[in-house]
């Protein structure tokens, strides 16, 4: 089964198991671009809490906020992290709500957005534009590692346990376009803003989000090399204590991430590290990125570090 | 009376220049003594605010028939969306002086912006920092009152000034594509303070082009507040019938600009009531002072102010 369907699936038990849950973009009604929207469409029960919109490219973020004010759990499917950039300002307002209205008023708005390298549109996918939604106060931003965890990381944030602030869960495309594992998890376990360990070793920590943390795994178990692993996942608040204890662990550090290595997150994470954990380190901080943007459609797959570079990066840490 | 260069061609009214009726027959259902005096409270908020020193402080006078109206006609489970200089929905909508003043001083800790206060105790929502917000805000929330099938309706203010944005846009294509239950309030003026002429914005009628969008409008004059109560009324009501958003076009004089006293919407309700033998000198007076004390009393209760 292909992670989108399994996706899909999810979202129609999402729909049927809350009445307040609707689910609003453009396409939704004929599926969205990917496919995601496709059940929930095709569904007689809840199809009418399916909502299509004229585009609003400026405002859609904001229109959900107002739905959710109103009392709904809106679930917006987006076609891109691109999309988000567009409604900023929007995005900005509805984040900023609760503070705003001294906690009397919340938007528990779920962003579904598809970003990354993975279907050859180029654009948004080289650029790593979570570094720039990371910033906007107030809001939550997770990020799914792994295909296995996607529909259980979304069920997770659609509860809106974690808090009623607007959540975006970013949906890296590499990893909807892979097929599903049978045991894949139904329940999260832990919360959605948690960093969480995928493999523990004791000379390296390897820090990793969105579509780098399968390969960084796969490097990692191919080679047999002594590394912790942590899925980041939580982008915006950071899961700081968890980071910094698994940075401390070993005291040699990288971080791998997709898009640019410029003011993105790896860059803070460096900092937290450098801050809080100077005195347990052992080697300079690594950062292994994708490349500059702007990536043309065919070269999109530059925007990820691919394994042969992850390998060197962390063979060389490990001799430091 | 001959129409001045102040006066808006094709805008409704109800009461003339003098505060006559000019078109008799026409009913008028609502408290014209407690709408004047919610009228009175809102200048005499404004001036007083004005007094303040408040920065990005914008006054409002002149312009309070839309203001108030909105707040008469909201029920109780509907939201309204102000937008900047309309502190006084607030207030016309029952926030005591005492909760005002400290919204208006303290904020919701401290995160009002300036000159403007959130009041979710009496629905009144809080401004946006992004120009415009406010209305795909309050668009959404209107979506969401549909969607649940509660029967309340949305209501948003702003300024003819916004509606080149295309935050306006976006907010009527979706308004009109999802047949919302919203109530958009828009304040504009013949002579729009620092507008360009080639802004296309001098003598038009923003009314027309929403009109042109597909939107039910009506364009009333804002000198005439009892036109203003029931143009809104009417868009409200069409909004909680199901039949869908409508924007309301007030044509209103800034008093800062120094029109004619008709231009000024309590002058032309007190001629009203005055002829009606509604309205007396003592009748002001008590008014008047009320709102001062209460108001004066309130701020140096929330911040220790005086002006």
């Known amino acids: ?320 | 009376m001959e129409p001045t260069p102040w006066d808006p061609e094709g805008a409704a009214v109800v009461l003339d220049a003098q505060g006559r009726v000019a078109q008799p027959g026409v009913p008028i259902a609502i408290d014209l003594r407690a709408y004047y005096k919610a009228l009175v409270s809102a200048r005499c908020l404004d001036l007083r605010l004005a007094k303040l020193g408040l920065p990005m402080f914008a006054s409002c006078s002149g312009e309070e028939a839309p203001l108030v109206a909105t707040a008469l006609v909201a029920g109780e489970l509907d939201w309204i969306y102000p937008s900047v200089r309309d502190a006084a929905v607030a207030v016309a909508r029952g926030l005591s002086y005492e909760e005002f003043a400290h919204a208006l001083i303290s904020g919701c800790d401290g995160t009002a912006l300036p000159g403007r206060v959130a009041a979710p105790s009496v629905r009144v929502a809080a401004g946006t920092d992004a120009l415009g917000v406010h209305l795909a805000i309050a668009a959404g929330q209107a979506h969401g009152h549909k969607l649940a099938g509660d029967g309340a309706i949305t209501f948003a203010l702003l300024g003819e000034g916004l509606t080149t944005t295309g935050v306006f846009h976006e907010t009527l294509a979706v308004a009109i594509a999802c047949d919302l239950p919203l109530v958009l309030v828009c304040r504009s003026q013949l002579w729009p303070q620092g507008a360009p002429a080639e802004a296309g914005v001098l003598g038009d009628s923003v009314g027309e082009r929403v009109r042109a969008h597909g939107m039910w409008e009506r364009r009333v004059d804002g000198a005439d507040p009892i036109a203003v109560h029931q143009a809104i009324a009417a868009a409200a009501a069409r909004a909680r019938d199901r039949r869908g958003p409508a924007l309301v076009e007030v044509v209103v004089s800034q008093l800062i600009h120094d029109p004619p006293a008709h231009r000024d919407p309590i002058e032309r309700l007190r001629r009203h009531l005055d002829a009606q033998g509604q309205w007396s000198a003592t009748f002001q007076d008590v008014i008047e002072a009320e709102v001062r004390g209460r108001l004066d009393r309130a701020l140096a209760g929330a911040g220790g102010l005086s002006a």
């Not at chain 1, 990354?116 to 180029?122: D, E, S, V």
């Not at chain 1, 996607?150 to 376009?177: C, Q, S």
């Open chain 1, 1 to 320: 089964m292909q992670v989108i369907d399994a996706l899909a699936a999810a979202l129609a038990d999402l729909l049927r198991e809350d009445p307040r849950r609707v689910v609003l973009g453009e396409d939704v009604r004929s599926g969205t671009m990917i496919g995601i929207t496709r059940a929930v469409a095709a569904d007689p029960e809840v199809a009418p809490r399916v909502v299509a919109t004229p585009l609003l490219p400026a405002t859609l973020l904001a229109h959900a906020g107002g739905t959710a004010l109103a009392g709904l759990r809106p679930i917006v499917v987006l076609p891109s992290l691109q999309a988000v950039l567009e409604g900023l300002a929007g995005l900005r307002e509805i984040a900023q709500l609760a503070w705003r209205n001294g906690g009397e008023r919340t938007a528990p708005v779920l962003f579904l957005v598809p970003c990354g390298p993975g279907f050859c549109t180029g654009a948004d996918a080289g650029e790593g534009g979570e570094g720039i939604v990371a910033r906007i106060a107030g809001l939550k931003l997770v990020c799914a590692g792994r295909r296995d965890e996607i529909v259980a990381l979304v069920r997770a944030a659609a509860t809106f346990e974690h808090g009623e602030d607007p959540t975006m869960v970013l949906l890296p495309r590499a990893l909807l376009l892979g097929e599903l594992d049978d045991g894949a998890s139904a329940e999260l376990g832990r919360s959605p803003l948690s960093a969480h360990t995928l493999r523990a070793g004791g000379s390296i920590t390897v820090f990793a989000w969105g579509p780098c943390v399968e390969t960084a795994a796969a490097v990692i178990d191919e080679r047999g090399l002594d590394a912790t692993l942590i899925d980041v996942a939580a982008l915006q608040p950071l899961d700081r204590e968890a980071l910094l204890a698994a940075a401390r662990a070993t005291g040699k550090i990288a971080i791998v991430h997709a898009g640019p290595r410029a003011h993105g997150l790896g860059a803070e994470l460096a900092a937290l590290f450098a801050d809080d954990a100077i005195y347990t380190l052992d080697a300079p901080i690594l950062r292994v990125t994708g490349d500059d943007a702007p990536l043309g459609p065919l070269d999109e797959w530059r925007g990820l570090p691919d394994a042969d570079h992850i390998a060197h990066a962390l063979t060389t840490l490990l001799q430091h």
